[in-house]
């Protein structure tokens, strides 16, 4: 039976009814308890010296009514007996609890198979008051945040989905957001938790909001945090770039700390439930497009559990105004790498070159690499050093200046020195080599001239001129095709086609052209059958 507490004010009502001579039964009814609560109410006050015919009780009086309002058995009374049961078992619940890990729910079903019919709730207050297993977590009210303070971000894996372009099954997760103060939420359904894919996912975000909070707790994945050190934290250089370009504060939360981040950590099994389980998606795009109209239509216009408020109400009136201003400019995806300087005062980004200047990056120097959609940034040292423009792979951006001075002249001599090795392999491998290194920058296609004598070992030096020699008739001057030459032998002449032989026809079976006259045969097998010519010359 649930417990009812019985007010102060309650309590002198009931002895002031009494005092003028009502009923008990009376008294029940006009104050709605129960006539046994009535009575033991009544039972205390005569017993603290109160009279029908005397004053209101005194406060000493008042403390003993007040003590009956304490939950569960009156003082010195039996224990229950469910609870007496339940002491008979204490050894066995406790070892269920701490040594086989078993769920209150599963010792309550496992009780239950052994005869000990007691209610959940029975059994849940008897471990609490026993003080078994590790005890119920006891837990405070955290402040709510200010409109449009904060954010929390999590993932969680809702099911599988066939890709339409290869046929097979996927995994789908979904990046949950949640704004702290209306719990209005958003959710960006994934297939990679990349940092490309999670800024979209962002992006797509502050757009659905048409503003950013100012900060955001986060889990812990790899594409955002480093160091998932529980003190400090340690943000990727993309994500921690990207913060700043938004003017977001992060702040991650600790690994398999759930409280961090309270307000998205159950919300990922309500979107499972509520949008991905039963619905019918074409594609990716689909179940996205899908999932934006849910959070406006479905989760947007519940009752929280919590607020018992409209998450979208609340957002559209309190929020959506306090929210830093998003400008809706796509945001470019930097990508970082770490390079080393090659020999040639070269690194390489995006399988293409880029030149270094030597004073300040000689060959072996550790550098940073930065590239976006337009440029190439390199750092040394947090230091900017140099700045190119994105090259295509395969591509090549190269400053003259950055060569050192004393090595212009061996760099000049590099080529020739690669010409003179050609010379051995043929006089059309030379002829290639030499107008391969023609222009201002000779040394820039060291690396070519290089592979083309490394081709005379893969496809000997005979094969070598002849592609050669074909590459130049068409001023053909790529390495790179000289070497799909070989691959298919195109160098090698066609074959001549065999010759015709007529052979002679037999006479075998060769009947005169009289014999397809048929109009004369008939002529002569008339004559004959006149009897004018032999039958036997008839045909």
Known sequence: MAYREVYRVQILEIIRRWQVGESQRSIARATGLARNTVDKYLRTAVAAGVSRGGGPPDESALVALLQHNAPGPAPGACPAPLAAALAEWREQIAR??????????????????????????????????????????HTVRMADWPPGEAAELDFGRLG???????????????????????????????????????IAGLEAAWRFFGGLPRRLILDNFPAAVAG????????TRGFLEYSQAR?????????????????????????????????????????????????????????HGTTRQLPLEVFRREEQARL???????YDVPLWREATVHPDHHISFGQALYSLPATTCPPGTKVEVRGDRDLVRIYRRGQL????????????????????????????RAPDRIVHQATALGPNVAAFAQRLFEGPLPWAKLRQGQKLLRLADTYTAARLDAACARALDHDLLDVRRLERILRLAL??????????????????????????????????????????LPLELAP
């Open 491 to 532: 160098e090698l002449p066609e074959p001549a086609p065999p010759p015709v032989v007529l052979l002679p026809l037999s006479t075998r079976f060769a009947r005169p052209g009289s014999a397809f006259d048929h109009g004369r045969r008939r002529a002569r097998l008339a004559l004959a059958g006149q009897g004018r």
């Open 160 to 198: 599988t989905m066939v890709d339409p372009a290869t046929g097979k099954r996927r995994v789908v997760w979904a990046l949950a957001l949640v704004l702290l103060y209306s719990r209005h939420q958003f959710v960006w359904p994934l297939t990679r938790q990349t940092l490309e894919e999670v």
């Open 228 to 235: 998932p050190d529980p003190l400090n934290p340690r943000l």
């Open 385 to 412: 050093v140099k700045v190119h423009s994105r090259q295509p792979r395969g591509g090549r951006s190269t400053d003259p200046d950055d060569y050192p001075a004393e090595r212009t002249a061996y760099a000049l």
């Open 324 to 330: 830093q201003p998003y400008d809706g400019v796509v």
């Open 96 to 137: 269920w609890l701490d040594q086989d890990h078993l769920q209150l729910t599963r010792i309550h079903e496992l009780l239950i198979r052994d005869g000990v019919i007691v209610s959940y709730t029975t059994l849940r207050r008897f471990v609490r008051q026993a003080g078994l297993g590790r005890g119920g977590k």
């Open 247 to 303: 003017g977001l504060l992060v702040d991650p939360a600790r690994i398999r700390r759930p409280r961090d981040k309270p307000h998205v950590e159950r919300n990922v099994p309500y979107v499972r439930e509520r949008l991905f389980k039963g619905g019918s998606f074409r594609d990716l795009e689909d179940l996205r497009g899908q999932a934006e109209h849910w959070c406006l239509e479905v989760a947007g216009l519940r009752v």
